[in-house]
Structures are given as C-alpha cells and as structure tokens.
C-alpha cells in the first residue's frame, strides 16, 4: 500500500501541478522590444536541437513549443542587438522536465535597451539579464 500511495502522489506531483490542459506543450517567446531599427538576433540550444538563428525587427516575436523530457528539459539562449550585434546575453530560457514534468508553461522574454525581462504572463515582466 506504501508503494501505491507514493506511486500517486508522485503522479500527482507531475500532473496535477499545472493547469494547463494534459499534454499540452511549453513554449518560450521572445519580442524584440529594441529601439527603432534595432534588430534583435536569437539562438537556442538544447540537448537534443539548435533552433538556428532568427532575426527580429522592433515589433516581432519568435517562439518555439515542446514536451518536457522525462528526464530533463533545458533551453540555452543568445540574444544579440546593436551595432554588429556586439551587445549580448546568454541565459537559460526554460528549464523542466525531471520529477516534475510541465505541460503548458509559457516563459515570456522582452528584449529592450537596457535588458532581457522575464515573466510567466502571470505578472508584470522583471528585469533579469544586462546587456553585456
């Protein structure tokens, strides 16, 4: 009976924590908040895929859904802007999967002149990465 109950209660844990819809996939979204011409570029990495290069002009968002890994899902991003692209941020995007797997999460990244915001859509967009 012990094996049973820890049996649901891990299942729960991995389910019952979102309410997103069952299987529904996570999603990460940039917007290129930048000055007027100011193009925003973009690069995610995991394990498994390199998502290529996408340019953003002010204005435009570019997103990417999936399934978190049973065992871990991890999200790598480079965000470049100004003069040559020379301003940068490297970050991780999303991260997930293991003991508790996500369906519908959603990480919301705003691109503006003095850094990467962050939110889940649930609260105003905070400052969490400089421009290097």
Request: proline fraction near 2%; aromatic fraction near 18%; charge should be positive.
């Amino acid at each position: 009976m012990h094996s049973l109950s820890w049996f649901l209660i891990v299942i729960g844990l991995s389910v019952g924590l979102s309410s997103a819809k069952w299987n529904e996939k996570n999603a990460v979204f940039f917007k290129n908040s930048l000055g007027r011409n100011k193009v925003l570029k973009v690069n995610c990495i995991s394990n498994d895929d390199n998502l290529g290069f996408h340019f953003l002009r002010p204005g435009q968002t570019y997103d990417f859904s999936f399934h978190d890994s049973l065992f871990k899902s991890e999200f790598y991003c480079d965000l470049w802007q100004g003069p040559d692209f020379k301003l940068h941020a490297s970050f991780m995007a999303y991260e997930g999967g293991g003991f508790i797997v996500h369906y519908g999460k959603k990480n919301f990244w705003d691109a503006r002149e003095d850094g990467i915001y962050f939110t889940h859509g649930q609260k105003l967009p905070k400052l969490e990465y400089k421009w290097k």
